[in-house]
């Protein structure tokens, strides 16, 4: 069963670069397990040690995020579309500046995406 | 009520008009699905911001935390800094705005000629160059003060006690509310509100998706949700990408004349898949959704003429919500 799905450019250091990569799987963890044996890594950057979906990663099925279609147990079927992105809202800039200026939440180690999971 | 004190109190109470040529079609002897939009383009800077700018100012000046004369300093990528602008003008207080420099330029000018001062982020240098950049301002200026859309509770509390009400007024059989996810006020309020008030209502998000360059963080760590969402009030939520978008806010003036920005482009592609499955399963559906600006501000892009692929390239790191 082949399922498409988009990297985001942060995430890409687990797929050889690769934009768009192929996985299968009958569900949404399935999948990330599949795509992991490829792409060694990747599920470490998706899902939490305790696991659940990272709290800055959405991953959307055909355009609608998965934490509303029952999230990691999201049904797949073959040709879906997954699309995996880093949680911004409201334009990355505004709201970066907006955090640096209130202060008090944690600012991430400026590491590569090698580093541990925080 | 067409008379008004001041232009503040002119805020909100906008038009909700039927969508009768874009609304899917139904077979004969079928529930009705309808969809409506809810015109926030005119309140008096033309965007729904002006609701969430008024009731942050106003919720500042009761508690205190703003005296006459102060400078308000807020991040923002343009709309809450036009409708802050002028709330600041008429009730007395300096606005600076800090903001990335790839936001088209007629939002600049606007800031500009409401009498806000602007101070830019490099867009090349990503969340990075703006953190530094707010960081430093923040340093020099410890007076000033900063309202902060993505965590104000007054933001969301705008679109509770306002929107909400207007469009169960104006909709009573409303079963479907969709609107943009940017500091999620306006889905957080208004949503909230309907939820208490209509059993079964869908809260529906659209989210824009941006290219590649936007977005500009160097880990996932650096993701950020805002304070104000609670992902509880939502049912759904859409990515729309550029495209789409596009496409839509296109059909809007085309095919019913409504003259919009590229966010309402994709909120009425996810009010579409929402009243589209509600043909397909044979429901009744009234889907209300938000006009979040007009067009004016993104001519310039030139994104509403030439081809869909064209207008891609044309947005390609912009922010066009």
């Known amino acids: ?58 991953i959307y099925v055909n355009d609608e995020d998965v934490r509303f279609l029952g999230a ?47 | 009520m067409a008379r008004y004190e001041s232009l503040l109190d002119a805020c909100g109470g906008t038009p909700l008009v039927g969508l009768p040529r874009l609304s899917p079609a139904v077979d004969e002897g079928a529930p009705p699905v ?15 911001k002006d609701r969430p700018a008024l009731f942050m100012v106003r919720e500042a000046e ?11 300093l807020e991040p923002t990528s343009g709309n809450t800094g036009i409708a802050l602008a002028m709330v600041a003008k008429l009730r007395g207080y300096r606005l600076v705005c800090v903001m990335p420099e790839n936001v088209s330029a007629e939002r600049v000018q606007l800031l500009r000629m409401y009498g806000a001062e602007i101070i830019f982020s490099p867009a090349a240098g990503g969340s990075n160059q703006a953190v530094a950049t707010a960081k430093q301002i923040a340093a020099e200026h410890p007076d000033w003060k900063m309202l902060f859309q993505y965590g104000n509770p007054a933001n969301a509390r705008a679109h509770y006690e306002t929107t909400g009400p207007e469009l169960l007024h104006d909709l009573p059989t409303i079963t ?29 998000a659209a989210e824009p998706r941006y290219g590649e360059l936007v977005y500009g963080l160097r880990n996932i760590d650096e993701g950020y949700v805002p304070e104000l969402y609670d992902a509880t009030v939502l049912d759904r939520r859409f990515s729309v990408g550029t495209r789409d978008a596009v496409l839509r806010t296109r059909q809007l003036v085309e095919v019913e004349g409504i003259f919009a920005g590229f966010s309402s482009g994709a909120i009425l592609h996810a009010a579409l898949a929402v009243a589209h499955e509600a043909v397909r399963d044979g429901r009744r559906a009234d889907v209300a959704f938000v006009i979040a600006d007009g067009g004016w501000k993104y001519l310039s892009t030139g994104a509403y003429g030439g081809t869909l692929n064209d207008a891609e390239e044309a947005l390609e790191g912009q922010l066009w919500a």
Do not use: C
């Not at chain 1, 640096?100 to 991430?108: N, S, V």
């Open chain 2, 62 to 72: 009761e508690s205190g935390h703003l005296r006459p004369g102060d400078t308000i």
């Open chain 2, 176 to 204: 479907h509310f969709v609107a943009g996810l940017g500091t999620t006020g306006t889905l957080m309020g208004t949503g909230r509100f309907l939820k208490e008030k209509v059993e079964g209502i869908q809260i529906v």
């Open chain 1, 72 to 118: 990691l147990d999201a049904k797949l079927n073959d040709g879906d579309s997954i699309t995996i992105l880093p949680a911004v809202a409201g334009g990355a800039l505004g709201f970066a500046a907006a955090a640096a200026l209130l202060g008090p939440r944690p600012t991430a180690p400026a590491t590569t995406p090698d580093s541990t999971e925080g």
């Open chain 1, 1 to 58: 069963m082949a399922i498409e799905v988009r990297v985001p450019t942060i995430l890409r250091s687990y797929t050889g670069g690769s934009k768009v990569v192929e996985g299968s799987g009958d569900t949404l963890t399935a999948l990330i397990d599949d795509l992991d044996a490829k792409h060694s890594g990747l599920k470490g950057r998706l899902i939490t040690p305790e696991g659940g979906l990272h709290r800055f990663v959405n």
């Open chain 2, 34 to 48: 309808r969809l409506w939009a809810k015109l926030e383009d005119r309140n008096p800077t033309g965007s729904v």
